[in-house]
Antibody, heavy 116, light 107 residues
Framework: EVQLVESGGGLVQPGRSLKLSCAAS????????MAWVRQAPKKGLEWVAT????????YYPDSVKGRFTISRDNAKSSLYLQMNSLKSEDTATYYC?????????WGQGTLVTVSS | DIQMTQSPASLSASLGETVTIECRAS??????LAWYQQKPGKSPQLLIY???SLHTGVPSRFSGSGSGTQYSLKINSLQSEDVASYFC?????????FGAGTKLELK
């Protein structure tokens, strides 16, 4: 059974940093592109980042480019999202999802709240 | 960026009814489209990919169609468990973009 379990969310002040993690199991992690998708409270879905199987290629929307970094450790079947210079508009539930294009599996999400 | 315009924003339907939700892309996305269902407090679940391919385990009352810039999700014989929000997503080009969502309720 495919499982994706996010962790690392919490309350953080504007301008500070936070690192999210996603532990994957039930499939060969190294064979799949992985992604982060977020959802602000009572809002729609926003794609945040995608990483290739080896980690050599990463993709971001303009809203987070230069502030967020997606990475992976295939030996640990883990995905990460380093978030720097956080803004109030980054407040959302962050989901880890299996790619490459459509997202067939999602984690339960971890809530990030950016507030002073 | 490719804009996804989803309609309607909300929808009320009766049990057993057929429901259609539409998504229009701002340019041709060559069937690079997925549909997701999200129930309150839960993660999104994939229903359809490549515009018309049913994801494993999804009931056959769900179907997708369309081409070019116009796509639709149809739910036949609406069941109570179909009450949820539905989102389309294009993956033809980065940045991947989602529609704003359709909230489906029972009449």
């Amino acid at each position: 059974e495919v499982q994706l379990v996010e962790s690392g969310g919490g309350l953080v002040q504007p301008g500070r940093s936070l690192k999210l993690s996603c532990a994957a199991s039930g499939f060969t992690f190294s064979n799949y592109y992985m992604a982060w998708v977020r959802q602000a409270p009572k809002k729609g879905l926003e794609w945040v980042a995608t990483i290739s199987t080896s980690g050599s290629r990463t993709y971001y929307p303009d809203s987070v480019k230069g502030r967020f970094t997606i990475s992976r450790d295939n030996a640990k079947s883990s995905l990460y999202l380093q978030m720097n210079s956080l803004k109030s508009e980054d407040t959302a539930t962050y989901y880890c999802a299996r790619g490459p294009n459509w997202f067939a599996y999602w984690g339960q999400g971890t809530l990030v709240t950016v507030s002073s | 960026d490719i804009q996804m315009t989803q309609s309607p924003a909300s929808l009320s339907a009766s049990l057993g009814e057929t429901v259609t939700i539409e998504c229009r892309a701002s340019e041709d996305i060559y069937n690079g489209l997925a549909w997701y269902q999200q129930k309150p407090g839960k993660s999104p679940q994939l229903l359809i990919y490549n515009a018309n391919s049913l994801h494993t385990g999804v009931p056959s009352r769900f179907s997708g169609s369309g081409s070019g810039t116009q796509y639709s999700l149809k739910i036949n014989s609406l069941q109570s468990e179909d009450v949820a929000s539905y989102f389309c997503q294009q993956y033809y080009n980065y940045p991947y973009t989602f529609g704003a969502g359709t909230k489906l309720e029972l009449k």
